[in-house]
């Protein structure tokens, strides 16, 4: 966070680069596990901004355990998101164009929070049933999933 915060210092609200890694979690029911974020109140997946220092997976990881409580072991890349198809502001003006490295995770440790600062509620889902009102861009990856396509996605 103080990267963003430090860039934002400098450029204000102008359109930034911002790197974006987080994971599809799954337990060994292959439940996928959803976050209701407090940000926006919508069902996504965990995951947020890189800081300097961190690589992608790093970050994923990071990101997954202040959200969940889940300590990440093994990830395999699902796909990899660009473009100005994906550029957003946020309510306070700020202007992201961000690339998103997505990841799959089945081995993992720690115990489930089900909710914090970030997050109103984890839960683990079926695929088949996941919540209503989720988050855009993370159904995009959630599609992507369901369509089975060739790993890594590149979009």
Known sequence: MEY???IR???ENEKVIMVVSGAMVF???NRLLMQKRSDNKQWGLPGGFMDFGESVQDT???EVYE???LILKELKLFGIY???QYDKTFSNGDQVSPVLISFICKNYSGELIESNEESLQNKFYS???LPENIFTEHQMLIDDLLSKKQLPVIG
Do not use: Q
Request: hydrophobic share 25%; aromatic share 0%.
């Open 27 to 29: 337990d060994r029911e």
């Open 9 to 11: 210092s400098m450029v």
């Open 67 to 69: 959200e969940t409580g």
């Open 127 to 129: 695929i088949d049933d």
């Open 4 to 6: 963003i915060k430090h």
């Open 60 to 62: 994923a990881k990071r």
């Open 82 to 84: 660009s473009g100005p």
